[in-house]
C-alpha cells in the first residue's frame, strides 16, 4: 500500500497501546490469555466499508481500542484506575488520529460513537473494559 501496508498500520495500532501506560499489557489484537491491565484492539461491531471517492474507492475500517482491568472488592478504585488509564487513553488516541499513523497506508483517521463501559473474560478472569471506538479510511493499494 502507499505509504506502508495493513501489517504496519497494525504494528502502529499496538505501539499506541503500549504507550498508553506502562502498566498495561499491550496487544495487536484481542487474544483469551492476555494479561490483566491490558489494551488491545479488536474489529468494532459492523464491517469493513468501502466509500466511493471520486472516482476510487476508500476502505473505512471501524476498530475498537479496549482496556481492560480486573476488578477488586472495591468497585470505587477499580472506577478511579480505568478512568485515569481512559483519560490516558483518549489523549493518546486524540493524537494518533490527529496525524493519521504517521502516513502509513491511513489516509483518515477519526474516533467514532464515544466510548463505552463493558466487560469482558480473560483466562476466566471478569474485567472491567472501556472500548473506544476509532474509524480508520485506508489508502488505496498501489501496483
Same mark, same amino acid.
Given at each position: ?5 495493513? &501489517? ?30 491490558? &489494551? ?57 488520529? &490527529? ?5 502509513? &497506508? ?22 472491567? #473494559?472501556?472500548?473506544?471506538? #476509532? ?9
Amino acid at each position: 500500500m502507499s505509504g506502508g501496508s495493513f &501489517a504496519d498500520v497494525a504494528a502502529k495500532l499496538e505501539a499506541i497501546a503500549r504507550d498508553v501506560h506502562p502498566d498495561l499489557h499491550a496487544s495487536r489484537w484481542w487474544h483469551p490469555n492476555l494479561a490483566l491491565p491490558c &489494551a488491545y484492539w479488536w474489529p468494532a461491531e459492523g464491517s469493513v466499508t468501502t466509500n466511493p471517492d471520486g472516482c476510487m474507492a476508500r476502505d473505512v475500517l471501524p476498530l475498537t481500542f479496549s482496556i481492560a482491568q480486573r476488578p477488586t472488592l472495591n468497585a470505587g478504585d477499580d472506577l478511579l484506575s480505568l478512568e485515569h488509564i481512559s483519560d490516558l487513553a483518549r489523549a493518546r488516541l486524540d493524537e494518533a488520529v &490527529a496525524n493519521p499513523l504517521e502516513q502509513l &497506508a491511513v489516509r483518515h483517521a477519526k474516533r467514532t460513537r464515544g466510548w463505552r463501559l463493558a466487560n469482558d473474560t480473560f483466562a476466566s478472569v471478569r474485567a472491567l #473494559v472501556v472500548e473506544f471506538t #476509532v474509524e480508520l479510511t485506508l489508502r488505496n493499494p498501489t501496483p
